[in-house]
């Protein structure tokens, strides 16, 4: 609100949710997501959220759950288009799933096939505020079906939703077995 003004998003963000549920405990980080705490941070969680807004950030998130084995839900906005994904860093049989690195590469090849411009929406950009909500209730939606075993995950496929169209539609894609992060990663372990 008006009164907010100025203050920084987790605190905001603490405050309204402690008025929703005052016996809930959180615990707020004020600061930047970077490859010096990465590790530390994400080791604290059960369930990832990415909700960055720069390329380098969801990749540096991708390659941080993937080690600490911590189940990711990605997501992008760019103006009026979003996108969700769910990568399943948490189950064993880990070498069958792709990563974000594996998506963006597929996405890179469908470009180039049909000459769309699918890229833009993994690198920051303006975006409206409505597609910001759809986007985030399709990663808590995502969650929720984690977390209660029920539903399809959005694994091994992406949601991509237009709402100046109100089209959406999934791209599914596959582990790329030449990834230069997961594939590598899997056989040095």
Request: net charge positive.
């Amino acid at each position: 609100s008006r009164r907010d003004i100025g203050s920084s998003k987790v605190t905001v963000a603490k405050k309204v949710l402690k008025e929703i549920n005052p016996n809930i405990e959180i615990e707020i980080v004020n600061g930047t997501f970077n490859k010096i705490n990465a590790n530390a941070l994400v080791r604290k969680t059960d369930l990832v959220f990415d909700c960055s807004d720069n390329f380098e950030t969801k990749i540096l998130l991708n390659r941080v759950c993937f080690y600490n084995k911590r189940p990711l839900i990605s997501a992008g906005v760019y103006v009026w288009e979003g996108w969700v994904t769910t990568f399943p860093f948490y189950r064993e049989d880990i070498d069958q799933y792709p990563c974000l690195e594996c998506l963006f590469g597929e996405l890179k090849k469908e470009e180039r096939k049909n000459g769309k411009v699918i890229e833009d929406i993994f690198y920051s950009a303006p975006a409206i505020i409505t597609t910001v909500g759809i986007v985030a209730s399709y990663q808590v939606n995502e969650a929720v079906k984690m977390l209660i075993g029920e539903g399809e995950l959005l694994i091994k496929k992406v949601l991509f939703i237009d709402g100046k169209t109100n089209k959406s539609f999934i791209f599914e894609y596959e582990k790329n077995p030449a990834c230069e992060f997961c594939s590598k990663a899997i056989k040095n372990s």
